[in-house]
């Protein structure tokens, strides 16, 4: 489970009702303590939190992590690390497929633009962000304003902390908080497993339980050349937890829509979600074929599949919850409460004209769904981006796009300038596919398109560009920009030109939805006035891919009449391969079955809990009250999936990694003695 | 290649301009002498095309065969018997997988449903069907009438002669001929190959070229119990055509569009073509995920995948020609000067008008494409079958929907009664996500959706649905048959149940198509009629699922610079394996790496010639002009997918699997000596 890395639509979010038992994912600085202490008799004092909360990390390339030792070392998912996995892979030593282990520091493999955030520091800045938005602003006004604030506010903090400042938005506009992280951008492969074992049981076990997955890599952070002096890590359980036992997640869930409007529900059940899974499929489909003429096209098409893989089967549980009348009922049920409050209460009542808000930029949405200009293509990405930086430089920081502001240029050039292999044949394949979904999404006859072809077919027109090309190369991505406004507006490269004829069209769509956004986000914010209003303010807002806490025991469930136990054993991954012989997807890898005699079998494997977890805590560790690790999250069943929209306890729950599993695979499995003496010291 | 058997949108075929080069799906009763005459020195007597038709047979699954032997052989595609395969597979015996060889006439595997047509005579019955539809009539009017008067040619002709009849719509309603067909309904299995080798390569190498495959089945048709005697059928060459030899279809072509006007083919290529691949795409990956849960499961829906991965990638193709704007710039050029002769001739003008009521149809179908309901369920189809013949059984024949006719009675019951085994879980699964598509269609809040979903989700519904029906049974679906209208309405059934509520809004979309399909038919019968008038009476009707004939010399073609030569060898699979080790569906099965050492590695295997063909051909035999089998059609290359709009000569390829190959894998690799002497015999 990834956070989704093809974001297809921009939605807003906001915060959710009055949480039902273990739903939640809780901000840091605004814990859940008396609910603790009731439900579970814990009391976290201010150092637990402090603690866990520097232990864990963010992935630039949307998961989680923790850190695991003194020395550096960082926890996450294989499939939170396959992205950088991949990078470091070639057709000779192809890592994301067979793994790797560094015997010694010196064999550990530098990403090529892996960046890691620890999170440090938290500041309200409601006031500040809010008041730069005047009430008689017109929309366009309102982003231009809440945006050059926020880059104000992020330029200053860095330029006070030399750390990297991130304004957040809370309860879908209610509150905004300055985030402050220490990054760490040299980051090194030390472990990973096999995809077979990783991956095990693959796409049709995918968000299933029970489950046999070991979904788990390492890396080492260095400062300097060397390994980090880390003071916040988890220490290593010694057993793991029991059944029932309260166990703590801390992770970057990445986005829910819990306080979605009925109306905004059903934009996302008849129009986005169903749009998204087209866009989706197509894109499987086409890694799927690139990938069938060769071993090697397979391997370059693997991480991009895996991802789609993973959203499509994400969305689609998303979309059942919206489309389970049940579901929808509950929800109808609640706003109505909320809106009959709201009107009762004359103080209240002009809050509900934010309802009506959100019913207009709706249509706005759905009109302009699956109209735009999307290309899916990582040469002409870097071409855009190029062209856009070079004319957002031309202002000063705070008012261009918020990813050209000075405070996050040093994250830009690390992406922009990544050495990580690009593939032009793949590239070419996605390309020409994008160019002809445009005409689909356009019609033929829209004189962009007329004027992307060319007078050539897509496919045509997709070579061409490719061979033409050289933004493949660095050291003229460098030199294109250095070249500045002058140089891209004569520049020779048919990418860069074609990135020319597409950019204005490509900024004029994102104006009109960040208009709307902004419009959301005032609507959503009165929402939230109204929700402190009626159910108090001890609530959490909805996801942000930003530091969460959520809890929950572990705790199997009942499923067509048969109790599903809260965890697996090691032998059961044997047992599991048995029963599905003759499929490739369940083939244990060589070190497996070499290990098998020496393995302890009934260690156990993964386990589900009730806490409330989404795309982007992938890697999250869990802990005990000690705060102890005692697994790795690496999914949700099927039943979490609706959980974007509205949490429910009794099927839902989050699968991890237990962290005794992971000591015996190290140990016994791949001989990583080194590396278990380092775990918790 | 098969005859798309998803089909999505009812279009209208009409019928093409003056013909190119080889361009050509001609009629038997029509055939190019004087061309042929001219190209080739060829005039090939009355005998010789009616011995063609006659040994020509017509599957009903949507594919072409012929006879090839006295004693009732008939040599098809394996992609078009697969169907058959399919149904007569079971786990512990997977024909369709492993393949078959009869070694007597006892083994031979009775289809559970397949019906063989063999053409034996054809008669113009234009001014009949022309002559009753009045031009003041309603196009509901015009509907119900021609209807009428079609059914009771049918029936007449049915009655007198014993013979399948079946009036054939050709230039898009500018001529009418009524098809007299001799009905095979026991058809047994003979042999049939390893999917491995007749689909070698699999979805990556299909609609490419070179090839190595033997996609070939036999079949024999049995009369009373015993092979039938069988009067014209085709000799074996005895060693298959010459380099630049021209060489003879004779099959079944689906259905081509080149006659479309501009506006209706810019709706295919903006509309129909993009909303039928998000459909294929979707039914693609869901039996794919089926198919991941076990290999049983693979298995069941191994021929479905097949089906929709072969048109995902034919309709793929013939985007691509639409997008490109060098074909389009060709037809729209021909458009215009057909239309300037139009206007300049004061006789001829009245028939522009023709093109406007086109463009009207056109918007009338952009608005419903993708808003309909559509059910892909087995076990719900034979509900709203059952529910329909209820329905239509209470009014005269001729007034029927046309497959409910007396005429057509017989091929129906064969469908609604086939012994074929039904897979429960598999229909369960297409079931749920064809009510989660309707919703996305419609929206969740539509009333007919609220009504199918009876408070359940899409998923929970189709479980009930698919536990609580009992048509899985043939005596129970007999039963309910014999039952009636009255019995329908007062069915228990769920699914009977379901069909009565989604009925009346499948008939109303139904209605509303058919119109559109009415007005259509008259305005392309005047396009017919311009173009006879400018062009001459010479030419081709776009092609309709009955028999035409193709021709063209076997000839390779050169593409990105290289020489691709006419044909493959049988040692060439050999080394396609080599280059492609790793890839799963590049594995030879064992019988051919058995029997490697005794086959003659330079016997030509595939090859490809410029005979102009498309979906629906495959299994056509190809003959030389002394009306011997030289080659088996199975494919047409990417190159030729435009086809469905526009032919074109200098890369565009049939593919065939070579008569000597045939006979070679026969007799060494399937020690099928036993067949092999019946062959031509």
Redesign the interface.
Known sequence: MKIFRFTLLTVMVAFSAVAKADEGMWLFNDLPLELLKQKYGFEPSKEWAEHLMKSSVRFNVGGSGSFISSTGLVLTNHHVGSDTLFKLSTPERNIMEVGYLAKTQAEELKAPDLELNQLVEIKDVTDEVKGAVKSDMTPEQAVAARRAVIARIEKASLDATGLKSTVTTLYGGGRYHLYLYKKYTDVRLVWAPETAIAFFG???DNFEYPRFCLDATIFRVYENDKPAKIDHFLKWSANGPDEKEVVFVSGHPGRTSRIFTMDAL?YQ??VAQ?AG??NL??Q??LLQ?YG????EN?RRARDDLFGVQNS?KARLGM??G?????V?AEKAAAEKALLEAVNADPKLKPLAGAWTSISETIKKRTEITGKGVAVNSQLFGLALELVQMAEEDQKPSEQRLPEFSDAGRESLLQQLYSEAPIYADLDQVLLADSI?KT??QR???DPLC?QI?A?????ERAAELIRGTELASVEYRKKVAAGGLEGIKSSKDPMIQLAMIINPEVRRQRAVTEQLDEQDKQAYAQIAEARFAVHGTSVYPDATFTLRLAFGPVMGYEQDGQQIPAWTTLGGAYEHEKK??????YVLPKSWKDAEPSLVKNTPFNFVSTADIIGGNSGSPVVNRNGELVGLIFDGNIQSLSGNYVYTEKQSRSVSVHSSALREALQVVYGASHIVKELGK
Chains 1, 2 share one sequence.
């Open positions: 693959g796409d049709a059903k059940r008849d169903p899974l087209t499929r197509r499987e489909i074929q069938l003429r060769s071993t397979a499509r979309l059942a919206l489309q389970d009348p049940v929808m002809s005409l689909e019609g033929g006859d007329q072809l007078g050539k077919s897509p496919s599905h012989a003759g499929q490739s997807d």
